[in-house]
C-alpha cells in the first residue's frame, strides 16, 4: 500500500493511516486519518479524497469554512493560504518517501517539533504570516528540525545565504571565519554583499573565499 501521508485533498491533509476495511466485492477501502483545515481530524476513505466527493470534514456544509474569522482567514472560498499549504508541505517532504525531497529531509533525518506536527494553528501562531508570499520558511540550522527556535520565514537570498552559513570563511593569511555572517560582521560589510561576492556573482573585492 502506497504511503499517502502529506497529500492534499482540497481542505484536506492527510497525517496517517487508519485502517483497511475488506469490501464484499473483493478488495479493501482504505481509511486515512485527514487534518481539515479547520482543525479537525476524520477518517476517510481515500476514494472519497480522490472523487472530490469529501472536501472537508464536514465544516464547508455548515458554512464554517467560509467564515472570514476561521483560521484568521486561511480557508476561505474553498482554498487555502499560502501559510497552510507551507505547512503541509513541510509535513509532506519529512514524512512521506514518496516526496522527490523526501532524501533531503525526512530521509536525513529533519523531523517537524509534535506542537507543528499534529496543528496547523500551532504553527500558525508560532510563526505568523508571511510578509509577503515571496517568503518561505527557512531552518536557521540546516541540519535541525521545523521547530520554532529553528525556523523563521526568509527570502530566497536569505535562503541561499543559510544554505552556505556552515561553510567555513577563510582570509589570505588562513584566518578561519565560522560563516558568511561572522566574516561580513568582521569587516563591516553586509552579508549579502559578501556572498554575492564569494559565489562569484559580483567581483570579490575581498580577501576572503570559502574554504
Not at 481542505?11 to 486515512?32: E, M
Not at 456544509?61 to 484568521?72: A, E, G, M, Q, V
Request: charged share 25%; with cysteine; net charge positive.
Amino acid at each position: 500500500m502506497r504511503d499517502r501521508i502529506g497529500e492534499i485533498w482540497n481542505n484536506l491533509t492527510i497525517i496517517k493511516f487508519d485502517k483497511a476495511v475488506p469490501k464484499k466485492q473483493g478488495g479493501y477501502r482504505h481509511f486515512w486519518i485527514c487534518r481539515c483545515i479547520c482543525g479537525t481530524t476524520k477518517s476517510i476513505v481515500y476514494g472519497n479524497l480522490q472523487s472530490n466527493s469529501v472536501k472537508s470534514c464536514g465544516c464547508l456544509k455548515s458554512k464554517l469554512i467560509s467564515n472570514k474569522n476561521t483560521l484568521h482567514g486561511h480557508a476561505k472560498n474553498n482554498k487555502v493560504s499560502t501559510e497552510f499549504k507551507t505547512w503541509s508541505s513541510m509535513i509532506f517532504r519529512c514524512y512521506n518517501s514518496n516526496c522527490n525531497n523526501y532524501k533531503y529531509y525526512g530521509g536525513r533525518g529533519i523531523q517537524v517539533c509534535d506542537r507543528w506536527k499534529n496543528s496547523f494553528e500551532n504553527f500558525l501562531e508560532d510563526m505568523g504570516l508571511k510578509p509577503s508570499k515571496s517568503y518561505s520558511i527557512d531552518r536557521i540550522d540546516n541540519n535541525g528540525n521545523y521547530e520554532l527556535s529553528n525556523c523563521k520565514w526568509s527570502t530566497k537570498l536569505e535562503q541561499s545565504n543559510n544554505q552556505s552559513s556552515n561553510r567555513i570563511i577563510i582570509d589570505i593569511t588562513g584566518k578561519e571565519y565560522s560563516s558568511i555572517s561572522v566574516a561580513a560582521k568582521s569587516i563591516n560589510m553586509k552579508q549579502s554583499t559578501l556572498y554575492y561576492q564569494l559565489i562569484g556573482k559580483n567581483p570579490n573585492k575581498t580577501n576572503l573565499k570559502f574554504k
